[in-house]
């Protein structure tokens, strides 16, 4: 079976401090794991994905993500956060041999200026 | 090119009305999800075609939930005699290929239905 956790419901930075959004997985078999930003009365856009390829994924805006297996964890990053950052945050992890998508509950992202 | 579109993007409806939901994927895309996404919670699945066939249906939470997808495009998710706790966002995705776990799934906007 396989499932996310995502480890804070809410995440607060000061513009141009790093961010880190956590998320830890399970899966029975080999995982491709998604991150997912949602705007406000916007749609689901991809971050990042990793599909058993180089474990640090980049993805668009500067973040990047990590797979560790041993910890079985993709938290995603950035380095420096930018107010257009804030909104919603979704890990996804999707089992091999299966097209579902499994979510987390969701980290919402505030940036304080 | 045009990403994923819903329709409405709003929806008030009374307790036991039957609602209808369309979802335009993208031009040429051979998969298509429905997912429900509860108020502070993540997407959950329901159903997933391809083309015409609907492959699974197992997220479905009762038999008032209908799907289809009969030229293997737009699809429609039909709710029939709604309730309350059919209150959600309906999030519709579409990608290229035939179901895979690499596949990146491109979602629309979503239809918020309110049940009141």
């Known amino acids: 079976a396989q499932s996310v956790t995502q480890l804070d419901s809410h995440v607060s930075v000061s513009e141009g401090t790093p961010v880190l959004l956590r998320c830890n997985y399970s899966?029975?078999?080999?995982?491709?794991l998604f991150w997912y930003v949602q705007h406000p009365n916007k749609g689901l856009q991809l971050l990042l994905k990793?599909?058993?390829?180089?474990?640090l994924v980049k993805g668009i805006n500067g973040f990047e993500a990590e797979f560790k297996k041993s910890e079985t964890s993709f938290h995603l990053t950035k380095p420096s956060a930018h107010m257009s950052d804030a909104a919603e945050y979704f890990c996804?992890?999707?089992?091999?041999?299966?097209?579902?998508?499994?979510f987390g509950t969701g980290t919402r992202l505030k940036v304080l200026a | 090119g045009a990403g994923v579109s819903q329709s409405p993007r709003y929806k008030v409806a009374k307790r036991g009305q039957d609602v209808a939901l369309r979802c335009d994927p993208i031009s040429g895309h051979v998969s298509l999800f429905w997912y429900q996404q509860a108020l502070g919670q993540g997407p959950e699945f329901l159903t997933y075609f391809q083309n015409e066939a609907q492959l699974d249906k197992s997220g479905l939470p009762s038999d008032r939930f209908f799907a289809e997808r009969p030229e293997g495009s737009v699809s429609t998710l039909k709710i029939q005699r709604t309730q309350q706790e059919d209150s959600a966002v309906y999030l519709c995705a579409s990608s290229p290929t035939g179901g895979s776990s690499t596949d990146t799934q491109y979602f629309g906007p979503g239809t918020r239905l309110t049940v009141l």
């Open positions: 996804v992890v999707s089992d091999l041999g299966t097209y579902k998508y499994n």
């Open positions: 899966s029975s078999y080999s995982p491709s």
């Open positions: 990793y599909t058993s390829a180089a474990t």
